[in-house]
């Protein structure tokens, strides 16, 4: 099930010191949708040699990969897999063959078939957190650095709460963080939480729990998470890059007194993750990573407004209510891919984004800043990195 802790489950594993002292290299991949072999063997043999790479040729990859490994013991995570074709994971495992006897992969799942396609050994299924782990859980973060006892009342809501999260971690980190940003505790608020109508709500996709966090926070918070939509899933979320684009946007407005802009817009990211919005990447703090139940909200709440063009091809016919456009960048982009956008007046962000795995630097039509993007008038974000491009024309340089 989404959220009860499979990724943190492996996460301590992988790190734990004990568990280290065994293997030689240690490696992680996110997977998600898209079981891309090109891409996960990419991201292993960056991860194992700690250095970017260059490789675009799978076979070279591969073979890199066995050089890499031959003869050493490895622990690989290959995390959220949805694969069910076993071809494509016979593909991915040739070099993992080469490795030292005891090499080992976890990988994690919601899918039983993926388990049992892809395990040699039984599988380890997750359940709930107990009812008192759980609450354990939700007053840990909000109760931190309070004394429960003076609030005697909100126990006993709170654990009414936690019964609704049924013992789903991230349900009660949501609220947890939720009900821990209120200045003072209130017994109203509290009830409000409990008996909100949210819980009723039928989706598969999104936990009631989470619309709950979404829906009470601030209305500057709700714009910046859901800018968060036109990134792909299980993007690295630079903060300074986020801080730059919410001011560039205009959802930080100037704060008074001697205070940066900057340093308000940092506080909006220590919110969000103060909320369980984001989360801690663990390897470099400089980076956020949203987990995937997480992400279907942000796009959830999106609306029409932002556009991610590589999952709307075929919704063309709204993007005259686009206002915000993002893309991964291919190797030659030709004017065909924006067509579509020519005629949006009011589009604020064009925002490439680099591919998962590939080429470093892109080609782009001369169409598109020399015709579209003059045309652009209320445009706030402009990006053209990555791009190979000699000359600007003077409606952009100027």
Known sequence: ??????????????????????????????????????????????????????????????????????????????????????????????????????????????????????????????????????????????????????????????????????????????????????????ENYWNDILNSKIWKLADNNILPALRLSYHHLPEHLKRCFAYCSMFPKDYEYEREMLIMLWMAEGFVPEPEGDQRIEDAAGRYVLDLLSRSFFQQYTNDKSLLVMHDLIHDLAQSVSGKTFVRLEENTENHNESTKARHLSYTRGSDDVFQKFEAFNQVDCLRTFLPLAPLQGFRESSLTDKVPHDMIPNLRFLRVLSFSGYLIEKLPDAIAS
Not at 109 to 118: H, I
Request: charged share 25%.
């Open 1 to 186: 099930m989404g959220g009860i802790g499979k990724t943190t489950l492996a996460q301590l594993v992988c790190n734990d010191a004990n568990v280290s002292s065994h293997f030689n290299l240690k490696a992680w991949a996110c997977v998600s949708d898209v079981f891309d072999v090109q891409r996960i063997t990419k991201t292993l043999v960056e991860s194992v040699t700690k250095a970017s790479c260059s490789i675009n040729n799978f076979e070279l990859l591969q073979e890199e990969l066995r050089k890499q490994l031959k003869g050493r013991k490895f622990l690989f995570v290959l995390d959220d897999v949805w694969n069910e074709k076993y071809e494509s994971w016979d593909k991915l495992k040739v070099p993992f063959e080469v490795g030292a006897p005891g090499s080992k992969i976890i990988i994690t799942t919601r899918s039983e078939k993926v388990a049992s396609l892809m395990g040699t050994v039984p599988t380890y299924p997750l359940k709930g957190l107990s009812e008192s782990d759980c609450w354990l859980l939700f007053e840990q973060i909000v109760f931190r650095s309070r004394n429960l006892d003076a609030y005697p009342k909100l126990k006993v809501i709170g654990k009414k709460i936690v019964e609704k999260c049924k013992g789903l971690p991230l349900a009660a980190k949501a609220l947890g963080g939720l009900l821990r940003a209120e200045p003072e505790p209130d």
